[in-house]
Structures are given as C-alpha cells and as structure tokens.
C-alpha cells in the first residue's frame, strides 16, 4: 500500500520561504511520477509541480514557474517543493501524489495515491 505524508506547512509572510517534504512508503520513485497540488477554500485543486515517472523531467503550474521548486531525494524517497517569493494567493492546502507511469502529470486524476495535505498560509 502505497503511502504519502507531507511535512513543512505552517505560516509565513510574504516574500518568504518554506519547503515542503513528501515522504513515500509502500514503493520506491522507480517508474512513479510525483506531483504536487494546492488547495484554497473554495476552489478546485491546482497543479503546482511534478516530475515525471523516469524522474527525467519536471513540470510546473503557471502561478508558480521562477519560485517553487521540486526535487527528491531517491534515497529517502522523499520529494521536496522548495516555495521562495511567497504570495498570499499560495495560501492553501498543499498535498503531494503519485501514481505509476503515465503521460500526464498536471490534472489531479492522473494520480491514483494522495497525502493528507499541509497548511501553507502566507500574511500579507
């Protein structure tokens, strides 16, 4: 059973940083694409970033290009989504999700496992 836990939410002020970690168990980065979402009340999940199932290329939401990141760390099968230049409008909740291969990587049903989600709040 694949599963996803996600770390490093919390509040910030704008222009600020956090970094987010997803720490996958029941299977390894070998062949999964990764990807991270977003959450503000009241509308629908939004594409943040993702690599692809080979982890050769990565992926970004517009909102986002220039200031968030995403990596990994096969070793500790974790994937982090470095967040610098926050805004208040990256307030939401952010989960990480992943699936086995696939050509798609930005809509969150081409994802099969999600994490529960961390609070990120940025104040103006």
């Known amino acids: 059973q694949v599963q996803l836990v996600e770390s490093g939410g919390g509040l910030v002020q704008a222009g600020g940083s956090l970094r987010l970690s997803c720490a996958a168990s029941?299977?390894?980065?070998?062949?999964?694409?990764m990807g991270w979402f977003r959450q503000a009340p009241g509308k629908e999940r939004e594409f943040v970033a993702a690599?692809?199932?080979?982890?050769?290329?990565?992926y970004y939401g517009d909102s986002v290009k220039g200031r968030f990141t995403i990596s990994r760390d096969t070793a500790k099968n974790t994937v982090y989504l470095e967040m610098n230049s926050l805004k208040p409008e990256d307030t939401a909740v952010y989960y990480c999700?992943?699936?086995?291969?696939?050509?798609?990587?930005?809509?969150?049903?081409?994802?099969?496992?999600w994490g529960q989600g961390t609070q990120v709040t940025v104040s103006s």
């Open positions: 999700a992943t699936r086995p291969y696939g050509k798609r990587y930005t809509r969150p049903e081409d994802y099969a496992y």
């Open positions: 029941g299977r390894t980065f070998s062949s999964y694409a």
């Open positions: 690599f692809s199932w080979s982890g050769s290329s990565t």
